[in-house]
């Protein structure tokens, strides 16, 4: 009986799947779409804050369907989802991403239930298989603020040459906007882009910290900020901040080496246990079945699961140094 609920909400999420792959917007009429909801926050910002005062305002969209997108607006978890998706610079779309999410944790319960007969166990399995695409954003976003903060000094550097040269704040930021490698080229870009539009350039700057959450980043911001709003020679400051970021490149490198064995041991000993559970399974089925259907092996089993994750954390905690 259980089988046959969980086979027809698989086959309920596959139908849902599909009737949004055939019924999503164009590409031209989510941009007139998008155009006439700006319009739309526009006028409305400027009915409140008074005929006086100019407001720029920026609706993102979390889903192309106007009833789910007003649902996710209130949901906090959707915005978290939506910043994680930008800082990967993914395709991704909340509304997509959750419904991915939601699909693959019943495929993972199903699978699980059918390996492991119990409504506890497959649990893990089924979490596991939602956090994927979840993990695998995250994963970019490692990969992408590493690239960025590998190539901000030389941005730092061609903006203090800029500098020197006569050229604005605003014409070095163009500068780095054009000449740097990605992901340093987009970030700068789009913030010359917001400035263009009219956006307060303290404004553009605290939104360039918020998508780069980087602490080297977060120097570069602020010792522009304060220049702006005290003067001072900017071109010392900033030559001083790539000499402080490019020391603590260097520091962490250093500490990356050194915890190198490490990281690898705490991925060995929490990935080992689980991949000779399955290894053992398919030699021969009767050797871990005692782990599954004896109280007493699944209580092992529970023991385990909760060592191997105190041990992770331990080693994590250990591997962790801050520069």
């Not at 009737?19 to 009429?29: D, G, V």
């Not at 060995?268 to 689980?274: C, Q, R």
């Amino acid at each position: 009986m259980f089988l046959m609920v969980l086979v027809f909400l698989l086959l309920l999420l596959l139908s849902f799947a599909v009737i949004l792959l055939m019924t999503r917007q164009t590409a031209a009429e989510r941009t007139i779409e998008g155009r006439i909801a700006n319009l739309h926050n526009s006028q409305k910002a400027r009915s409140v804050a008074g005929p006086e005062t100019a407001a720029i305002v920026k609706y993102n969209r979390l889903s192309q369907f106007i009833w789910l997108d007003q649902v996710l607006q209130r949901w906090p978890l959707a915005h978290h989802l939506r910043l994680l998706i930008a800082q990967a610079e993914s395709s991704w779309s909340v509304a997509g991403m959750l419904s991915g999410m939601g699909l693959l944790a019943a495929l993972g319960y199903g699978i699980g239930y059918y390996e492991l007969p119990s409504a506890l166990l497959p649990l893990p399995v089924a979490l596991v298989a939602a956090a994927a695409p979840y993990l695998l954003l995250r994963y970019r976003r490692a990969q992408r603020l590493k690239n960025f903060n590998r190539h901000l000094p030389e941005a730092i550097d061609l903006m203090s040459r800029a500098l020197r040269a006569g050229h604005s704040l605003t014409a070095a930021i163009e500068i780095v906007g054009e000449e740097c490698p990605e992901p340093v080229r987009t970030e700068f870009g789009e913030v010359y882009r917001q400035q263009n539009f009219g956006l307060p350039a303290r404004e553009a700057l605290v939104q360039l910290a918020r998508r780069i959450p980087l602490t080297e980043l977060n120097f570069v911001v602020t010792a522009m900020l304060l220049q702006k709003e005290t003067g001072g020679n900017l071109v010392e400051v900033l030559d001083r901040t790539t000499a402080v970021i490019r020391e603590r490149l260097r520091i962490e490198g250093e500490i990356r080496i050194y915890t190198a064995q490490g990281r690898l041991t705490g991925w060995i000993l929490s990935l080992l246990p689980i991949a000779m559970f399955f290894l053992l399974s398919l030699a021969n089925r009767g050797y871990t079945r005692v782990l599954i259907e004896d109280p007493t092996g699944r209580k092992l089993v529970y023991t385990g699961l909760g060592l191997m994750v105190l041990g992770a954390l331990a080693i994590r905690k250990i591997v962790n140094v801050k520069v």
